[in-house]
């Protein structure tokens, strides 16, 4: 054992014995699952039991995978002798706290695919020490995998790691091969370019690229590669353009934009970056990758993520669990283990020495078009924020809440609010979106999305709003441009049924109550603009086609909380008439802290194919482009108002 560590694999290790030690405490002798507390999931108790053994026991196989340190000599035993003990009371048939088989699209399958690598991260301390007839036992358990349906989508790595690690030990069957290859051949042709996976049917692409795809991708290639060196080859060529995208995604706080479904696994987001260096699949600076992938860790370590238990709690940056999809349960949130992945790489390592280099975010604005996925990431003032014009919100995630696609854009610092409504028809909320609402008040926003412009200076795509039961169909074009803290969106929609339709600016994150707003008089659309009292601001500008204004706020705890980032929030709304025709809308809007910045465009001419707007801090913007109609008149944007 040694203490010559350098600083930030120290800090790493002690980072996530910071997050185990509470584990620990809920560890009783014989059992297999951890009690934490917590809602349950749409599965099944036993899933659940699972889920929290399973997620655990990745985040202690990082920690007893790394090298060993004097202090943690007595956490690192206690640790690998419970596992050890749980895995043979949860895999023995005849014993009381049995997980039960794989099943036909069980959460079970998810959970032992991610056991498997656990179990292969250190086996030294959980695997090996087990007697044969412990990994007979243990082995049989994994083999119920075999036969089962299985999600369409990343869940088709979970058969490839299952039965690898059986091969690997002995426990092979003849048919195993095929499926191996079969399902690796399948999760290939979701990749859609530029290392960019489209997530099967659930036809997303988020933050899962870097949570599944690449994660289990480059932990085969680690472990089972040189089987197949041709593929292997593919998926480090494949992550090492995917980490050279990703790697602004992340602002100089170190936060990413919550964006896609299960964005409590928070720091899980960094695993890709860590793996791409230990399979030789990238050539980023090393110093820039640790620096990134150390201040993502910090930055959810720094806020108040906890339960009771002193457990990871759903949410963001904060105990949230309305945001947790119907799958989750208690246990869920530890998927951020994965982020531990850079601990895999040994202290002598060059990530662990190398002096760190700004990220992107850090070095300046930018802009950067990722067109195999149909988004845009721009760095905003060291936030960074995500231009969505690919990822469509298709059936299947409807019910985990059409809010985390459906948004024009999705900011750090700023985050969205979930849709107050839960059934799925009225699934949308109208921050940072446009939306439709119809008579009888179903309200819809974005549904099938295709990108169809895409540079350093606009994104433009086309896209649906509305639902199967009812014939509800508007055809909408939208093109956005953006200058500093704005954005300007335009919208040429048909609209196939009378609905009202809003645009809302940014949703400000507010963490005390109490903020006024004063109400918007009938007809007045001059730009909305609120400041918080720790000097950020919202503002949106109408440019045309809107005939009303108001506020979506939660300034009390009357209503339910919806903001993802904090319990109270400030938006402002735009809105039309009732219309059923083709139509066209425009507005600007804003988040930021310069409020010189936040001073409202003048529109100064305003001709088909050429708009020239001014702004008294930002100077002259103009834009060219086909989707620009002329305007009959200039709208007064000079004045503004502040509701507080």
Partial sequence: MSTSVPAPYRHWQL??????????????????????????????????????????????????????????????????????????????????????????????????????IALQIAPAELWNPLPPAGKDQVA?????????????????????????????????????????????????TMHRGGGWFEDGINQAFDHYNAYAFHFYGLWWVRLHGTRDPVRAQRWREWAGLFVRDYQHFFAASGEHPAFGRSITYRFNAVNVFGLAVATASTDLPLGRLRRLCTRNLDFFL????TQEQGCLAFGFTDRFEPIAEAYSCSGSPYWCAKGFAALTLPPEHPFWQAPEEPLPSERGDFAHPIPAAGLLVRGVGGEVEILNAGSMVGNTQLRYGAWKWSKLAYRTGVSFTLAKRKDFATDWSFDSALTQELADGRVYGRHSTVCVEMDEHHVAYAHGMGFKVGQVNTGVESILWWRAGWILHVHHLEARQPAVFRIGGYALPLRERGATVAPRAAGDVSPLAFFAADGRGTVLQNVHGFTASSWDNRTDDFTPRTHVHAPYHVCPILQT????????????????????????????????????????????????????????????SRQTSDPR
């Fill in 15 to 116: 980072q996530a014995r910071r997050l185990l030690e509470p584990l620990a405490r809920l560890m009783a002798p014989g059992e297999a699952a951890i009690p934490i507390a917590g809602p349950a999931s749409d599965h099944d108790a036993q899933a659940d039991r699972l889920e929290t053994f399973a997620r655990p026991l990745t985040l202690a196989a990082h920690f007893l995978g790394s090298a060993p340190h004097p202090d943690d000599a007595a956490l690192r035993d206690f640790l690998a002798r419970w596992f050890r003990a749980g895995l043979l009371a949860g895999t023995d048939p005849a014993g009381p706290h049995y997980w039960g088989p794989d099943a036909s699209y069980h959460q079970h399958h998810v959970e032992m695919g991610l056991m498997a």
């Fill in 302 to 305: 720094a806020q108040p993520i």
């Fill in 577 to 636: 008439a009732r219309t059923a025709s083709v139509t066209f809308l425009a507005a600007l809007s804003w988040t930021g802290r310069d409020r010189a910045e936040g001073e409202p465009w003048e529109l100064v001419r305003a001709r088909p194919g050429r708009w020239e707007l001014r702004h008294p801090t930002l100077g002259p913007w103009v834009i060219e482009h086909w989707a620009l109609p002329g305007l009959p008149s200039v709208n007064d």
């Fill in 140 to 188: 049989r358990w994994f083999g119920t995998c075999r036969g089962g349906g299985i999600v369409n989508n990343n869940h088709l790595f979970m058969s490839v790691h299952i039965l690898e690690f059986l091969g690997r030990h002995g426990y092979a069957r003849p048919t195993d091969r095929t499926v191996i290859e079969t399902h690796l051949r399948q999760l290939e």
